[in-house]
Nanobody, 111 residues
Framework: VQLVESGGGLVQPGGSLRLSCVAS????????MSWYRQAPEKERELVAS????????NYADSVKGRFTISRENAKKTVYLQMNSLKPQDTAVYYC?????WGQGTQVTVSS
């Protein structure tokens, strides 16, 4: 199982980023997927999740209305569209399948 995130970077407050996570080594379409984040000196927290078919999503209250999780099963990819970014969104963002984590991608929101 391998999960490879990309799309992080430095963005100004109010800006947008789209994270991608490409999966391999398992049947992607049969697993729910999620995004987590961990800010410095804080615990890792769930940001968003999506069911295997993509018909149900859930979000942390802190990102509702700003972030959107989606997936393309044919491409074995899950996305996190992040809009209206705030400095408090600064963290390493991780893709997760049950039992496995990606290596993470850094998102920094700063002027």
């Amino acid at each position: 199982v391998q999960l490879v995130e990309s799309g992080g970077g430095l963005v100004q407050p109010g800006g947008s980023l789209r994270l991608s996570c490409v999966a391999s080594g398992f049947t992607f379409s049969t697993y729910d997927m999620s995004w987590y984040r961990q800010a410095p000196e804080k615990e890792r927290e769930l940001v968003a999740s999506i069911t295997k078919t993509g018909d149900t999503t859930n979000y942390a209250d802190s990102v509702k209305g700003r972030f959107t999780i989606s997936r393309e099963n044919a491409k074995k990819t899950v996305y996190l569209q992040m809009n209206s970014l705030k400095p408090q969104d600064t963290a390493v963002y991780y893709c997760r399948r049950f039992g496995y984590w990606g290596q993470g991608t850094q998102v920094t929101v700063s002027s």
